[in-house]
């Protein structure tokens, strides 16, 4: 039979205990669907929190827990309201444990006047208390009540025939204390449920915030994306994927009440945009959320997406530059012998100069070699690395207004000198000396 049926009341009806046990299995039901109905995910801890001086003589103390477990029994543990509820550590020898709370899968009351338990485990322990009438405080009645049967269990605790909710997994360090793996999560209801996951979600958030801060210097005097390179506007639309998932996490930090499988997917759907852009390989295959056994479900996601996202900056062209030193003199950034070997360079000028006379000129008074060698061509008047002006450009070369284009030579003597230090420096002579120029590096196809 369905604990769903409903319970008549009509006039007549002698009413028994069996009345009311039918209508408490009937509004338990109702509630567990309606929580099952409304979220796949409905159970896990909403708060949690225990004794840290214990803690440090090796006793997990409870100090406060909220939560759901699986079949939809709803549990408020206060320790100054409640009976001490605490687990002696050091009695499981291990190196590692696990704390989960437990009840009875029945539903069976302790201590009920009249009854007797018959040596089973009960979810229920009865106490009696006086209430008031709500209306009229000075009557009173002895009414009895129950409250959970909770208790504390370890990984080789027996767990038959109980609703299990695992809390926190505690590592015992070398000095012999007792530390939270934080790499494992109970199941959770909120973000905030547990510290060390909202610790998490800012951990990815600030992530974000850093790869978005290097993206606005990058973006500095690039104004109209309707000029951008294809390798631009490829990190235009990975930057705007980042951008979206970043707002939401920021709302997460805010309103923490979300539920974590929320998180997950916004993590998933980054994952993804990333996978697309730098390790095919992973499309379709983002990890699974599993909220009973949380154990790697964020840490490798989060991990994944790290991963990636140092692709992103460990790309050969990452941070290659040219840095002004004086009039007419440059120097490159740090390069490495990867980009040097396997990269083309090109030089974008702007000469300040009216018509294209220079473009010719230009070759012959700019000087390119490794920055030891610069002062001796130029002493000597003897070449560089050949520079060469180019008119089609690469499609991943971004076209500036008033500039043009020139391409070092790297299967030159000169450039293996410039490969070895990593480095190499410009000056450009004559009418020249004012010019302002961009170095810009295009992997091969």
Known sequence: MSDLNKVVWAEGVFVGQQHFQAWDRQVRASSFFDKKSYHPFYWGVVSLSWSEVSLRDGRFELQKLQAVFPDGQVIDYQRDQEEPLFLDLNQNGQQEVTVSVALASNHFVEGAAGYTSNGRLSRWMAFYKDLPDECDSARTREV??????????????????????????????????YRVSTDVFPPCLHINSVPWLYELLQNTTDMLTNFQRDYRKQRQGMTDPSGFSSAELSDLMLHRDIAEVKCVLDQYLSVPQHHPFEFFQKLTGLHQSLA?????????????????TTENTFQTIVSEIRTMLSLKQERPEAGIGLNQLSAGRFESTKISSQALETMSFFIA???????VDWIARFPGLCKVSAPEQLETLIA???????????????????????????????????????VRVGQFSVFCMGDFADVSLELIAVEES
């Open 380 to 418: 000597s008047g003897l070449p560089g690395v050949p520079v060469q002006h180019v008119q089609r450009v690469p499609s991943k070369v971004r076209i500036r207004s008033g500039y043009e284009y020139f391409q070092l030579n790297t299967m030159s003597e000169m450039w293996r000198e410039i």
């Open 349 to 355: 000028v702007d000469a300040h100069q009216d018509g």
């Open 144 to 177: 009895m009540l129950a409250k959970p049967n909770l208790r504390l269990l370890t990984d080789l605790d027996a767990k038959d025939q109980m609703q299990v909710l695992p809390l926190v997994r505690f590592q015992k360090q070398y000095d012999g204390e």
């Open 276 to 292: 697309l852009f730098f390790n095919p390989e992973n499309l379709g295959n983002a990890p699974a959320y599993h909220h009973g």
